[in-house]
């Protein structure tokens, strides 16, 4: 059965976008590779620190600071998770959608931005199908921006939770990270990963502290091109020789709505690549399996394995809501709210 998407635009095999160009608003995180181990030690410090807090006491720390959450693509747990995270800490959070605003009457990025602004926003989280939308909307409203998915090029958010939940299981009780906290780890990402910022995001992020990563995928969703995306990563086309090195096996889905007109035989796929407890169970009885989410049962990884023991694919949504708390407070942390930010003129 072949999959492809309706529309015929050529396939954009590598986003091009210099690595970092953020014009330095504080507190914003628009990408893993702009990210500092100081700073991923110090999101994920502070996750621990507003997780394990009371509630109450939480919810006063960005009592009534107000945050906007700006989606122009679909999503359940980021959106969800940014959310609960930014109302956890007391913020007042307002959702603007792209099928529900002037974005349908042709409102530009930039302007939904300011207009937010002058709301009274002091933050923004922004899911873009176009790679760099973020960058444009810091530099527009001055805002931190939070990224929440931009196009084919990164999700940094999701990074960092994945690296929570892989540190939870593997190297429990590690406070402060390094570049050798996940030296001798090897991860597998596997699946879609021409289209994934999910694997963008990790192949930046997870060898930034010693971890390896093997790509594995066919060649019409993994370039070989990827190879190159940074040191520790390397590219494994035989998804058994990819289980049997990988004590971590990070599955992706197809997404069709990126497809762009590439034809896929989905049966030689699932034979070649999906996880099954078969295959689990002989090449990588002890890998954690991971998902990024939506799964789509019985494609690229079966439900008995989703479901199965080896599963952390719901403890990864659950590190969410804390890996968000952390960049949502840093976003707001050390700005105060002054008449000025309230009448959206920048503080
Ligand atoms: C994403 O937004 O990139 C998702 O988490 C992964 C997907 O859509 O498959």
């Not at 959450?69 to 679909?74: A, I, T």
């Not at 409102?107 to 939308?133: C, N």
């Not at 910022?197 to 370039?223: D, F, Q, T």
Request: hydrophobic letters at 45%; glycine letters at 8%; aromatic letters at 2%.
């Amino acid at each position: 059965m072949p999959l492809n998407a309706a529309s015929a635009r050529p396939i954009i095999v590598t986003p091009e976008l210099p690595a970092d160009i953020s014009t330095g608003v504080t507190g914003s995180v628009l990408s893993a590779s702009g990210l500092t181990l100081e700073a991923v030690g110090e999101i994920l410090a502070l996750a621990t620190v507003l997780e394990r807090e009371d509630p109450i006491q939480r919810a006063q720390r960005l009592a009534k600071r107000r945050i906007a959450l700006l989606f122009y693509e679909s999503s359940t747990r980021t959106r969800t998770s940014f959310e609960l995270a930014a109302k956890g800490l007391g913020a007042d959070t307002t959702l603007v959608s792209s099928l529900s605003s002037s974005i349908e009457k042709g409102e530009t990025l930039k302007d939904t931005g300011l207009t937010l602004r002058a709301l009274g926003a002091e933050a923004i989280i922004l899911r873009h199908p176009s790679s760099g939308a973020p960058w444009l909307l810091e530099r527009e409203t001055q805002l931190p921006v939070l990224n929440a998915g931009d196009g084919m090029h990164e999700h940094p958010s999701q990074a960092l939770l994945d690296l929570r939940t892989i540190l939870a299981h593997l190297r429990p009780g590690v406070e402060a990270v390094t570049a050798e906290t996940l030296a001798g780890l090897t991860v597998a990402i596997t699946g879609d990963i021409l289209h994934s910022r999910v694997a963008r995001s990790n192949m930046i992020l997870l060898p930034k502290l010693g971890a390896r990563v093997i790509l594995c995928g066919p060649r019409e969703l993994l370039p070989e091109l990827a190879a190159q995306a940074g040191p520790g990563v390397e590219i494994e086309r035989n998804f058994t020789r990819a289980l049997e090195q990988s004590q971590v096996v990070m599955m992706l889905r197809i997404q069709a709505e990126r497809l762009a007109g590439l034809q896929l035989d989905l049966e030689e796929y699932k034979a070649s690549y999906q996880l099954s407890e078969e295959r689990l169970t002989k090449y990588a009885p002890k890998a954690l399996v991971m998902h990024p989410g939506p799964i789509i049962r019985g494609l690229e990884l079966t439900g008995e394995v989703a479901d199965g023991p080896q599963s952390v694919i719901l403890e990864q949504v659950h590190h969410g809501v804390a890996i968000r708390m952390a960049l949502v407070y840093r976003a707001l942390a050390g700005r105060t709210l002054t008449a000025g930010a309230q009448k959206g003129v920048r503080a």
